[in-house]
């Protein structure tokens, strides 16, 4: 156990002398402005990407796959971002390495809101002294633009698990559930809130304001962090960053994503429901060489960026655990909503959109709110129950969700047709969206209630030293159960349909439309269904490791 008030061989006391310390809830309060910000441009783009795409006249038959690396460059750089800037903190100090990446954050937001000036021309200038040919414009401009949001999500990755180490510091073992539970909401709020926010702002507004409006309030956020932060006590580990480590765990992670998606998108087409492209497999199987050489290099290291042997306890173990399956559940909610409105309820796509964000509130909002008591819970009754009681829950949210029928769904499309031309909701439409409401209700209180509680266990079982690459640790894997999440489910819904479709349709006749679109009705119910048992398993599955967390961290509690 390192005291940070005492200093340790090997251990450097970062404060400054004289300085009068500010309250830590307004310092927390201070720091999660940018943990919004870098949070609502998570998912912002998707909400603008048409209209970026339409503006910037990319070729829709050439250019849509270089297109989806604004989300897809964004997330892996996100994910980059944080295996080894925790790290760094715990180096350098957190407010110098949090005013770095506010830094950076603000130059990306800059480069993506002057895409078409002067970020563009240096693109060209640079292709056509590497080719030798004049460039295409529109081309160079989303090359430009992904590079923006490639630097950007390099600043905003890191700001998440910077802040939880934060927390760390300002407050003792006994009281971190609370702010942590507070910076997950704020987090959670914001990729949240980010497709409704770009939905709005692109209404009124050209796409470049949405990131416009980022650089006052980052350079705003700069220097009240600057201040809030001058007498900041930190205890600095020594040694540097593990190099060889960083890299081999950026490959595996970029190849998951990488691999994983691929095997989404060819899935999409339920004409070839069953190949992927010939790179999938080979660049999966280098992601897990990647990770098993990382492990082989940290074992090994004087100075690892991370230390397996704090997975020896078993606050880490179940913890981190249960984080993964938590990601993967999370992500289950949000891929069968759309996928049943879609096709069972929506005339149109804007309309099938709408209906979707009205119904995801009733999940994401709740799960994000829920993070705050979740936080008080785990200081009364400790890591073990507040997160068993968070999945049980969530399990009983995922259950509701196996019984829902294809006339929920209509009605619920009709509830919403209804408010639009603003006329009164029937009864019956009412009680069809009560009835999808609920599940979604009682699945994103329970999956926010565990927020706090895991990430304190993890944060408190490590010593002072290793709390950046420790809070590092929590938002990584959660990404990564819902990257596998998103994937395996949207491959598992689009295979099964297709399946169940063949089965029912055989002998149907292509003239008989109205059968076949109930029957497509009742299949899309169906999977949607199966998709909610998947996510209950899971989630049980992840009752069952929170049931080996440690009550409380008795021990280092006792130490301060």
């Known amino acids: 156990m390192v005291n940070p008030r005492v200093e340790t061989p090997g251990i450097r006391s970062a404060k400054t002398p004289g300085v009068s310390e500010p309250s830590p809830w307004l310092v927390l309060a201070l720091v999660c402005l940018p943990v919004f910000i870098g949070a609502l441009d998570l998912t912002i783009v998707s909400a603008v990407l048409p209209t970026v795409i339409f503006e910037l006249k990319i070729p829709v038959q050439t250019g849509l796959d270089d297109a989806a690396w604004i989300v897809s460059g964004y997330l892996l750089a996100y994910a980059v971002s944080m295996t080894f800037m925790g790290r760094v903190s715990d180096l350098l100090g957190r407010r110098r390495v949090f005013l770095i990446c506010l830094g950076i954050f603000f130059l990306g937001s800059w480069w993506v809101a002057a895409t078409e000036g002067a970020p563009a021309q240096l693109a060209s200038r640079l292709a056509r002294l590497i080719t030798g040919e004049r460039p295409d414009r529109s081309m160079m401009a989303l090359y430009a633009l992904i590079t923006g949001r490639v630097v950007q999500a390099f600043g905003a990755g890191a700001i998440v698990p910077v802040s939880m180490a934060l927390a760390g510091d300002l407050f003792p073992p006994a009281r971190r559930a609370l702010p942590l539970g507070l910076v997950g909401a704020v987090d959670t709020a914001g990729w949240v809130l980010g497709h409704l926010y770009g939905g709005i702002m692109v209404q009124y507004f050209r796409w470049q304001v949405l990131f416009w409006i980022n650089l006052p309030i980052v350079a705003l956020a700069f220097a009240l962090i600057w201040w809030a932060l001058r007498g900041l006590k930190q205890t600095l580990a020594s040694g540097g960053v593990d190099w060889w480590g960083t890299a081999l765990i950026s490959l595996s992670l970029i190849g998951l994503n990488v691999g994983l998606a691929a095997n989404e998108s060819t899935t999409s087409s339920v004409a070839l429901p069953d190949k992927s492209p010939p790179y999938a497999v080979p660049v999966l199987i280098g992601a897990a060489v990647a990770f098993l050489a990382f492990l082989w290099v940290e074992r090994r290291s004087t100075a690892p960026l991370l230390n397996l042997q704090r997975f020896s306890d078993r606050n880490v173990r179940?913890?981190?655990?249960?984080?993964?399956?938590?990601?993967?559940?999370?992500?289950?909610?949000?891929?069968?909503?759309?996928?049943?409105?879609?096709?069972?309820?929506?005339?149109?796509?804007?309309?099938?959109?709408?209906?979707?964000?009205?119904?995801?509130?009733?999940?994401?909002?709740?799960?994000?709110?829920?993070?705050?008591?979740?936080?008080?819970?785990?200081?009364?009754?400790?890591?073990?129950?507040?997160?068993?009681?968070?999945?049980?829950?969530?399990?009983?949210?995922?259950?509701?969700?196996?019984?829902?029928?294809?006339?929920?769904?209509?009605?619920?499309v009709e509830w919403v047709a209804a408010l639009g031309s603003r006329t009164a909701p029937t009864p019956e439409m009412w009680q069809s969206l009560l009835r999808m409401i609920a599940g979604l209700l009682l699945a994103g209180v329970g999956l926010g209630v565990t927020i706090a509680p895991i990430g304190t266990a993890v944060i408190n079982a490590v010593p002072d030293s290793e709390r950046g690459i420790a809070s590092a640790l929590v938002i990584i894997l959660r990404l990564i159960g819902m990257t596998v999440s998103v994937s395996g489910m949207t491959t598992f819904g689009v295979r099964r349909e297709a399946a169940l479709l063949k089965s029912a349709l055989a002998g149907v006749p292509l003239t008989e439309a109205q059968k076949i679109g109930e029957v497509t009705q009742r299949v899309t119910t169906q999977v949607t269904s199966e998709m909610a048992w998947i996510a209950a398993g899971v989630c049980l599955l992840a009752l069952v490791m929170a049931l080996w967390l440690r009550a409380r961290d008795r021990q280092r509690m006792q130490n301060e």
Do not use: K
């Open 318 to 412: 179940a913890a981190t655990t249960t984080n993964l399956l938590v990601g993967f559940c999370l992500m289950v909610g949000l891929v069968s909503v759309p996928l049943l409105i879609n096709a069972v309820g929506a005339r149109t796509s804007e309309e099938g959109a709408l209906v979707s964000g009205y119904l995801l509130s009733a999940f994401t909002i709740p799960m994000a709110l829920a993070a705050i008591p979740g936080g008080l819970l785990a200081e009364r009754l400790g890591f073990r129950w507040t997160t068993a009681l968070g999945l049980a829950l969530a399990l009983a949210g995922f259950i509701l969700m196996t019984r829902w029928q294809p006339e929920m769904a209509q009605l619920a």
